[in-house]
């Protein structure tokens, strides 16, 4: 008799990194409308969490790069977390052309509360697969973002 292939095997990866995605992603929305802060926008999560770990201010136009949204799209979102109180935007004192965002005190609050509930999930995980799969995902994981880079030596011919 053979052993029945496990359900993850039957899922095409992108699927599952969806999925998967979606546990985080739930479990830092319901952590934040615990402590009232579910007034996040789509992508609002991606943007106080990416301001959070930067340390440091970030360029308008990278945001808008990293989000890969359009410029209007992503104008309307920072928009919409500095009239929450989120985010505070200000000209580039080096370059006046450019717009610089940073986290308020409310932006830091709710981004201490994002990464909470994301270091509960990894936590999780740990105590689910061990910290030796924890580290070959995040090696897997890392190795499939590598492929999306241009490679130096590689004939797309």
């Known amino acids: 008799m053979s052993t029945p292939q496990p359900w993850f095997d039957l899922i095409p990866i992108p699927a599952l990194l969806r999925h998967a995605r979606n546990t ?28 959070a770990l930067g340390a440091g201010d970030v360029p308008l136009g990278q945001l808008i790069r990293e989000l890969r949204i359009s410029k209007q799209a992503a104008g309307q979102l920072v928009d919409t977390l500095v009239t929450r109180g989120y985010l505070q935007r200000t000209v580039d004192p080096d370059d006046r052309r450019k717009l610089t965002v940073t986290l308020t005190e409310r932006g830091r609050a709710a981004a201490a509360v994002q990464t909470a509930a994301r270091e509960d999930i990894d936590a999780a995980l740990v105590a689910c697969v061990g910290d030796h799969d924890v580290a070959a995902m995040r090696r897997t994981l890392a190795a499939l973002i590598d492929m999306s880079r241009p490679w130096p030596d590689r004939n797309d011919d």
Do not use: H, S, T, W
């Open 24 to 51: 985080y992603g739930m479990a830092m929305r319901q952590a934040l409308e615990r402590a009232d802060y579910d007034d996040l926008p789509k992508n609002g999560l991606y943007v106080i969490g990416g301001l």
